[in-house]
């Protein structure tokens, strides 16, 4: 059973930072894309970042390139988000997913989500 499990979220003020992990198990993601989505309240889920678990090769939404950044741990099957100088508009919950394809919101797998909230 494939379960991606995040951490991480939390409260804080905007210019400040926050990690959050994705712990995935259940079967090799060899020939996925490990991704961040956010979904903010009233809005629709959004694709923030992903990374090809092949190759680490990157890929960012526009709205966060240069403050966030995706990463993978190979040997402990998690993906990261750093994610620097917040904005209160990030204020979301996370979600972490894994598919074939990127960017994709009908992604294969996904895991319960984690709240970030910044203050202003």
């Known amino acids: 059973q494939v379960q991606l499990v995040e951490s991480g979220g939390g409260l804080v003020q905007a210019g400040g930072s926050l990690r959050l992990s994705c712990a995935a198990s259940g079967r090799t993601f060899s020939n996925y894309a490990l991704e961040w989505f956010r979904q903010a309240p009233g809005k629709e889920r959004e694709f923030v970042a992903a990374i090809r678990w092949n190759d680490g090769s990157t890929i960012y939404a526009d709205s966060v390139k240069g403050r966030f950044t995706i990463s993978r741990d190979n040997a402990k099957n998690t993906v990261y988000l750093q994610m620097n100088s917040l904005k209160a508009e990030d204020t979301a919950v996370y979600y972490c997913?894994?598919?074939?394809?990127?960017?994709?919101?009908?992604?294969?797998?996904w895991g319960q989500g984690t709240q970030v909230t910044v203050s202003s």
């Open positions: 997913a894994a598919d074939r394809r990127i960017s994709s919101l009908s992604a294969q797998y």
